[in-house]
């Protein structure tokens, strides 16, 4: 058996120690005879895998008291949707075009009430994040929108936007649990666990209590209503029991690893190494507007669409797979999620010093 550096956007890496603990308990869970996968999610021992995964997130992100966990299915993009549906009260709402998720997003609550773009960074190809110091929000405005890190595009919001007070909704699907947040800033957190957490197909979202509430705007379906899952404690239905689980691990490895501010610092170590090359290098290049760039996505080309094309190829040798940059923007990519070992960084960039070396005149 052999592992390699996955520098895949998502599904991606996952801490190896998660992974060994769930294969020692996939036929056998703490004596139950079962693994979770086979078990009731109404069973106790779920309903502990349950309260643990909540209770672990709350502590390592702080979450304040008046704020909800729950955890959904559908994958981050039916929050797109469910966002309005669950906030719009004046059918209104100002969205930051980022990348193609907060456009995305934006485009789906085009179809429940009237937006408005407050700032885009469309004209570079989203290789930065605008000025959000002094937006023209609307007084009427629901809820203020951002992607808060642009996977596809490398970019991630140092700063949060001034909302003038309407809450902030952030899909933070690639930086969750990268580094420490002040969740009270935020009216709703939302995040895809592929990138950084568990196994597809799960989205877990914080909301400040006073956003969650019976809308009448709209016929919304049961289960796209958030107090749905709030008020039966995600279990309205039967979870990703499985994603959760894993989840759960996770939550209680970043602990171990000494919580959020631990993490920030390996991530920031990580990207460094990176982007330091990068800066020096003659044949790779990051076309990030370096203030906004994300320390989970990494983007850089040689701008030779063949050479990159060799690049991605060659890197396989080395154990280095998952390398190729998005279709939309090309070049490569490498995502560097908290499961990344500082190794794989360096050996993605021994490589890239080699590749340097031979195909640089
Ligand atoms: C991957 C991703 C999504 C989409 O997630 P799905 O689970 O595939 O719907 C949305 N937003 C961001 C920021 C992402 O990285």
């Known amino acids: ?20 603990e769930a294969s020692e308990e996939m ?70 075009l980022t990348g193609q998720f907060s456009t995305k997003a934006y485009k789906e609550a085009c179809m429940f009430g009237d937006i408005k773009v407050l700032a885009s960074s469309k004209d570079k190809n989203f290789t930065y994040i605008p000025d959000c110091s002094d937006l ?43 580094e420490p947040v002040d969740v009270s800033k935020y009216g709703v957190i939302y995040a895809g666990v592929q990138k950084n957490v568990g196994p597809a197909g799960l989205v877990i979202l914080i909301i400040r209590e006073d956003l969650i509430s019976d809308n009448f705007q709209f016929i919304t379906p049961t289960m796209l209503k958030w107090k ?27 602990k171990k690893m000494g919580g959020l501010e631990q993490m920030k610092k390996r991530n920031l170590e990580k990207a460094k190494i990176l982007y330091d090359y990068l800066d020096n290098s003659k044949l790779f290049k990051c076309n990030v507007c370096k203030k906004d760039r994300s320390m989970m996505n990494v983007c850089f080309t ?50 890239m010093e080699k590749f340097e070396r031979e195909h640089n005149l």
């Open 136 to 178: 023209d929000v609307r007084d009427d405005a629901d809820y203020v929108y951002i992607c808060e890190n642009n996977t596809i595009y490398g970019t991630k919001f140092k700063e949060l936007p001034n909302t003038k007070g309407k809450p902030l909704v952030s899909d933070q699907s690639s930086c969750f649990l990268s």
């Open 228 to 254: 749905t899952q709030v008020d039966n404690n995600s279990l309205y239905n039967t979870p990703n029991s499985y994603a959760i689980y894993i989840c759960g691990k996770v939550f209680k490895w970043i």
């Open 27 to 96: 036929l056998d869970y703490q004596g139950s005879g079962m693994s979770v996968m086979e078990m009731s999610h109404r069973s106790k021992y779920f309903e502990n895998i349950l309260n643990d995964a909540i209770a672990d997130l709350r502590d390592v992100m702080n979450i304040p008291d008046n704020y909800k966990v729950i955890f959904v299915q559908g994958g981050a993009s039916l929050q797109f949707a469910a966002v309005p549906m669950n906030l719009m009260k004046n059918k209104k709402a100002d969205y930051i």
């Open 302 to 351: 040689t701008n030779n669409e063949e050479l990159d094309a060799l690049f991605v190829n060659e890197a396989k040798n080395y154990d280095i797979v998952n390398i190729k940059g998005h279709r939309s923007v090309g070049g490569m990519r490498a995502s560097i999620y908290n499961a990344m070992p500082i190794d794989g960084v360096k050996r993605l960039v021994e490589f």
């Open 1 to 20: 058996m052999k592992r390699v550096f996955n520098f895949s956007a998502g599904p991606a890496v996952l801490p190896e120690e998660v992974l060994k």
